[in-house]
Structures are given as C-alpha cells and as structure tokens.
C-alpha cells in the first residue's frame, strides 16, 4: 500500500530555516506530482507547494513565494520543502500528497497523504 511518511518539522525562530521530507513507498513515484500542503490551528488546509510529475515543474502560493523551495529526488522517492525566512504564520502541521494530476491544488484532488509534521514558528 502508499505509504508518504514525513519528517523534519520542529519549533525555529522567526526567520529561520527547517528542511520537512516526505518519503514514499507503494507507488510509481517519478509519476505523482507531489505537493506540500499545511493547516494552521483552527484554519482549513490550503496549498503550499507543488512539484509537478515530468519536467519537474513547480508551483507556489504566493505566501511562500521567495521563502519556500519544493524539490524531488525521484531515485529516493522523496520530496522536500525547503522553508527559509519562517514567519510565525507559517506556524501548521505540514502533509504532503501524491497526486497523478498534472497540477493539484485543492484538497480533492490529491489521493495520498502522509500523517503530517508541526512546524511552530516562534516570534
């Protein structure tokens, strides 16, 4: 079965880094695109990241943008985000999900998750 294990998250100042990855095991990874979405406390879950299946594409929500990379390794079917600049709204529980969509963005489309990762911020 799928299984998207994730890992690296933890409690940082604001303004600085964490590196959150995402293993997968069960599935073609190299044809999922893989995205990072987080849910602050009391808020819905919304879009991060997305690393697209093929060329490698990516896809950011403006909030991030600048701060976060999304980045695969296809040989070790794994995904990371590469959080720099943290700000105390960045503070959520970090999943990550595979989808065979080209571009997910939405909670519906992603069929896989992990158990997810906290991440605080601290100002």
Known sequence: QVQLVES???LVQAGGSLR?????SGLTFS???MGWFRQPPGKEREIVAVTLWGAGSTYYVDSVKGRFTIFRDNGKKTVYLQMNSLKPEDTAIYYCAATTKYL???YNDYAYWGQGTQVTVSS
């Open 8 to 10: 690296g998250g933890g």
């Open 20 to 24: 959150l990855s995402c293993a997968a």
């Open 31 to 33: 044809g999922y695109s």
């Open 104 to 106: 997910g963005t939405n």
